[in-house]
């Protein structure tokens, strides 16, 4: 289906462009929610008569867009979640929780602007796009963790992970005799026991 853009949109062109896009994703995705419009003669003289308020609409958001990212860049939040040892969540961070913890720092984002390429399912530290406008995008780190103290660990760099399974290399090991008889308690075990029953 052949449309007129009426805002960039990304991989597809800028306001004006006539392209074309699936039938489904023109009917279902672009033409109701005002993004576009049907290529036709009647629709091409509309746009060319609003041209400059649809530019001059867009400039407008597109400034608002970058005050509200000044205080949306950079910011980082901490979503504790419970975990395997390897790491891998029960469940997913999905957008909403997100967008429910930027929006308690006082970001004000819908969950349309958080583009997330794939759910987070482990622990780590993420870095998330957030798209306040088509033509303004800006990126916030997510911080996944256990504790409190694993995401203070996480925000200066040390991969939590990694480390606990280092300190873990210990673990128990028995002294060896290799002159006990198959079934033999060892000697230091017996005073031991009979220390305890004393």
């Known amino acids: 289906m052949q449309i007129i853009l009426l805002e960039r949109i990304e991989k597809l062109g800028t306001i004006g462009d006539e392209v074309t896009v699936k039938d489904g994703y023109a009917r279902n995705f672009l033409l109701p929610n005002k993004k576009a419009l049907r290529a036709n003669e009647k629709n091409r003289k509309l746009f060319e ?3 400059a308020k649809i530019e001059s609409d867009n400039a ?3 400034d608002e867009a970058q005050t509200h990212a000044a205080d949306v860049d950079g910011k980082q939040v901490v979503l504790i979640r419970a975990s395997s040892n390897s790491g891998q ?4 961070v999905s957008v909403r929780d997100i967008v429910d913890a930027l929006n308690a720092d006082g970001a004000k984002l819908s969950k349309a602007m958080v583009v997330l390429e794939r759910p987070i399912k482990t622990i780590g530290v993420f870095d998330v796009k957030v798209s306040l406008h ?8 997510v911080n996944v963790a256990r504790s409190t103290d694993e995401a203070e660990l996480q925000s200066q760099g040390v991969d939590v992970m990694a480390a606990m399974f280092e300190a873990d290399t210990g673990g128990f090991t028995e002294a060896y005799n290799p002159n006990a008889e198959p079934g033999e308690i060892p000697e230091d075990l017996l005073d031991d026991a009979a220390e305890a029953s004393a």
């Open 89 to 92: 969540l029960y469940g997913s």
């Open 134 to 141: 088509p033509e303004v995008s800006v990126n916030v780190k």
């Open 49 to 51: 008569s609003n041209r």
């Open 60 to 62: 407008t958001k597109r």
